[in-house]
């Protein structure tokens, strides 16, 4: 896991958010799932080159040895019990009781669908029981989000991404960072209009930042659909 660490700390950077951002935001903004869905399809191919080759050659070999180890000694574990296990949870037992498959690249595009479609899954799962993803759950969508292209300013970028993903500076999020005990959520409050500062307060209502919301009133009048599903799901 410190190779997916690693990876994980760098797609933050990529995106210009803190280290303490959600990771399940972090894979959703950019259209990424975990590195070990990559290694396992990588498995698999290897594993169906190499019931594809002759008998008498070494690797050939050796696999039909943890095959047979397999039968014998059900609960030692090998290479190929690894492989038959991800088979298994990805209900393609029958390419391992067949010793592989017809067509190998549909095959494998079933198999990188299967394990996505797991990652989306708990990803959702995980996304509706956070607290801290009440207003990212209105508009998140598993996607490389396209104002990662369309925005070409850094800093522009960084801030868009940093407010999408609850990775600024207002107080439902800093509340959450208070020492020494985090702030209780409905006392996270914007100090100039004493209510709950959080992503709507601020695009939408405090009035600090009417002049700039006036300049972008087209911008905002598109975006009222978007106001109306989040008041009525944080009732």
């Known amino acids: 896991m ?22 399940n935001f972090v894979y959703e903004e950019l259209g990424r799932t975990f590195l070990i869905v990559i290694r396992a399809v990588n498995v698999i191919r290897y594993w169906l080159k190499v019931t594809q080759l002759e008998n008498h050659k070494y690797v050939k070999c050796i696999y039909l040895h943890m095959y047979n180890i397999l039968i014998s000694k059900p609960n030692m574990h090998t290479w ?10 990805l209900g393609l037992h029958y390419a391992w009781i067949n010793h592989g498959v017809d067509d190998d690249t549909c095959f494998l595009s079933l198999v990188k669908s299967r394990l996505n479609d797991a990652f989306i899954q708990n990803w959702m799962s995980e996304l509706s ?6 207003s990212y759950n209105i508009f998140c969508k598993f996607e490389f989000q396209p104002y990662l292209n369309d925005v070409t300013i850094d800093k522009f970028r960084f801030s868009l991404s940093r407010l999408i993903v609850s990775s600024h500076r207002l107080e439902i999020e800093s509340g ?4 020494p005990e985090s702030i209780p959520v409905q006392e996270r409050k914007c100090q100039h209009c004493n209510v709950l500062e959080d992503e709507f307060h601020f695009l939408f209502e405090c009035s600090l930042y009417n ?15 978007y106001s109306k599903i989040y008041r009525v799901n944080a009732i």
Do not use: M, P
């Open 2 to 23: 410190t190779l997916e660490r690693v990876y994980l700390s760098f797609c933050k950077k990529l995106l210009g958010v803190k280290i303490q951002t959600q990771n």
């Open 80 to 89: 190929a019990k690894a492989v038959c296990n991800l088979l298994q949870s």
């Open 129 to 134: 029981n956070s607290s801290r993803a009440v």
């Open 176 to 179: 959450r960072w208070h020492k």
């Open 211 to 225: 002049d700039i919301r006036k300049n972008h009133k087209a911008i905002l009048l598109e975006r009222t659909k």
